[in-house]
């Protein structure tokens, strides 16, 4: 069975800092990641996904396949990056690309 | 373009009680979800359509019912309310071929007293 893992349901930070939201994953197969992040008051939006390799508001994520993880990384935290985060992984093999959602974890950055 | 909107916003239904959610997007999407988020469990998939007239049930269908009826609208129904069934509701679209992003909508937030 599909399974996504995070771990930390918060997370705080201080401005500059560096942060990293962990998501481990289970999935017979190869795996369909995604970052998606929901601001205050706004609706749940894309962040990144791993087969695009962008950096998306200087956060990056690099899928490990030997770990099963899939973590979303910055430098330097902003105030603006304050939000709900959630590791999702697409179950693409059935055809309706079905995503199964970590519980996500609330960054906090402080100023 | 619109995106994905939900109607209602917000909602409160006594136990028994019955309503429909409904989501529409105008991006021509064939993919719609329909997912409810409840705090310390994520989204969970209720019930999904890969295209018009079709619908299948995802992770959590009990308690629900789906229609897609037309390509931009995706209908989710509560027959009879429970207070199991207090939570956010959120609708999702979504192109359909290749590995695509999924397009949220704003939530209906749903209380059964």
């Known amino acids: 069975a599909q399974r996504v893992t995070q771990p930390e349901k918060l997370l705080s930070v201080f401005k500059g800092a560096p942060v990293e939201l962990k998501c481990n994953y289970s999935y017979s197969g190869s795996p369909e990641l995604f970052w998606y992040v929901q601001y205050s008051r706004q609706r749940l939006q894309l962040l990144l996904r791993?087969?695009s390799r962008e950096s998306i508001k200087g956060f990056t994520a690099d899928l490990n396949k030997g770990e099963t993880s899939f973590h979303l990384k910055k430098p330097f935290a902003q105030e603006e990056d304050s939000a709900m985060y959630y590791c999702?992984?697409?179950?693409?093999?059935?055809?309706?690309?079905?995503?199964?959602f970590g519980t996500g974890t609330r960054l906090t950055v402080i100023p | 373009n619109a995106g994905v909107t939900q109607t209602p916003k917000f909602r409160v239904l006594k136990t028994g009680q019955s309503m429909t959610l409904l989501c529409a997007q105008d991006m021509n999407h064939e993919y719609m979800y329909w997912y409810r988020q409840d705090p310390g469990m994520g989204l969970r998939l209720i019930h999904y359509?890969?295209?018009?007239?079709?619908?299948a049930k995802g992770e959590v269908p009990d308690g629900y019912n789906v229609s897609r009826l037309k390509k931009q609208n995706f209908l989710l129904g509560l027959e009879s309310a429970a207070p199991s069934q207090t939570s956010v509701y959120f609708c999702a679209s979504m192109r359909g071929q290749g590995k695509d992003e999924q397009f949220f909508g704003p939530g209906t937030r749903l209380t059964v007293l």
């Open positions: 791993h087969i």
């Open positions: 999702a992984l697409s179950d693409y093999q059935t055809g309706a690309n079905n995503l199964f």
């Open positions: 359509s890969v295209g018009e007239g079709t619908t």
